[in-house]
Structures are given as C-alpha cells and as structure tokens.
C-alpha cells in the first residue's frame, strides 16, 4: 500500500478563517512533507519532517503551521490566510529521508476567498 | 547552484508517436533522480527512481535512462491516457530537499 491520505480535498476559507489540513500515511515512513503547489508550476517544499521533529521550514509565513502529532499522522494549520494562498496543498512521505522517493497525497486544493 | 531542468515544456503527439523527455541536472554526487506523473489537480504519481549512469527503469510504455548528466523519459507508441504532466526531482546536495523540475506537459492526440 502506497498510499497517503489527504483531507479534506477540497476548502473554501475566508481570511479570518481557521482550518487543518490532514495527513495520514501507513507505510512506516519516517519523513513527511508539506507541499504547495500553483497552477502550472511544479510543487515547492513548505516543510519537512523527520522522525516527528521538523527538519525544515522553508521561511513559510507563521500563517501556515504544521504540526505532526506521531509518525503516520501530519496536519496543516491554517489561520489568517491571504488569497494568494490559494493553492494546491500537497501531503508527501517517503521511507527515511528525501534520497528515497517521495509517495504524494492527492491534495486539499484550497480557496480563499 | 543545483538546478534540474526540463524540456520540453510541453509537448504534443499522436496516438502511437514515440519520443522522449529530457530532464538535465547540475547536481555533483547524484544521491538519486525521480520521475513523477502528475495529472491536473491531483497529486504526483511515483513513476521511477534511478540512482546510477546507465541504470534503466520500465513500466508499461514508459521507460527511464539515466546519465552522468541528464535523464531520458521515452514513451513508445503512447495512447491518449499518457497525457499529464512529467515531472523530474533530485535531491539537494546542500539541505535535505527535493528540487523539481518545471515539468514537460505531455498531450496525446487520439
């Protein structure tokens, strides 16, 4: 099974909002991921994380905060938002680290309005 | 500067037209390069990885090369359901990160 799980597939949020994305992945990965991706651009790293610990916050405004509560579970939360925010949110989890490749989630495309 | 380019852009065939993808990299001490599927507003899909100059993958009409340079995606005889978006990844030398390519936009014509 090389599946990760991604909730809700679509959000419409106002800006004074707050949302979670969710994540669920069973295959053991240690590594997990937070992608963002525009329309007709490739997906860009948000955040990873190792073992349960955040390895990497790519400078990602304090709006979006992630939070990874054990290993099969990552979620996404969301406050204050901007329209330019809108985008596709990409879940992703691979065996270790970013050396072995990435299994992705079909994403929260996300609105907001 | 590690950087992964794609080309073509995007890229247009009949039903049954072979050809190939090209994915370029600048990458020294290559710890892997991954080719994705990506259809519109999913997800990518895990397609190959390939780790050695030489090394070559296969699935379906599908198959990955891979160089000291640069990696080939050959497509044989494709049919209107290849179409989507193929994208290429490797790992940053310096942080533990995936760069992508831009991608190549693949449309079958049946």
């Known amino acids: 099974d090389t599946e990760v799980t991604q909730t809700p597939k679509h959000l419409v949020m106002g800006m004074t909002n707050k949302k979670s994305l969710k994540c669920e992945q069973h295959?053991?990965?240690?590594?997990m991921y937070w992608y963002k991706q525009k329309a007709k651009k490739p997906p860009e790293l948000m955040f990873v994380?190792?073992?349960?610990?955040?390895?990497i916050n790519e400078s990602v405004p304090s709006r979006f905060s992630p939070e990874c509560p054990n290993s099969s579970l990552l979620n996404l939360h969301l406050h204050a938002l901007q329209p330019e925010d809108s985008a596709l949110y990409l879940c992703?989890?691979?065996?270790?680290?970013?050396?072995?490749?990435?299994?992705f989630g079909q994403g929260t495309r996300l609105t907001v309005v | 500067e590690d950087q992964v380019t794609q080309s073509p852009e995007a890229l247009r065939l009949q039903e049954g037209e072979s050809s190939s993808l090209n994915c370029s990299y600048t990458?020294?001490?290559?710890?892997?390069l991954f080719w994705y599927r990506q259809d519109p507003g999913k997800g990518p899909e895990f397609l190959f990885t390939?780790?050695?100059a030489g090394e070559e993958k296969e699935k379906e009409r599908l198959k990955a090369t891979l160089t000291k340079k640069e990696s080939f995606l050959h497509i044989t005889a494709p049919k209107p359901e290849d179409s989507a978006t193929y994208l290429c990844?490797?790992?940053?030398?310096?942080?533990?990160?995936?760069?992508f390519g831009k991608g190549t936009r693949l449309h079958i014509l049946p």
């Open positions: 390939l780790y050695s």
């Open positions: 295959m053991g990965h240690r590594a």
């Open positions: 992703a989890s691979s065996q270790e680290s970013l050396n072995t490749e990435a299994f």
């Open positions: 990844a490797v790992p940053e030398n310096r942080d533990d990160k995936i760069i």
């Open positions: 990458v020294s001490g290559l710890r892997g």
């Open positions: 994380y190792s073992y349960e610990k955040l390895s």
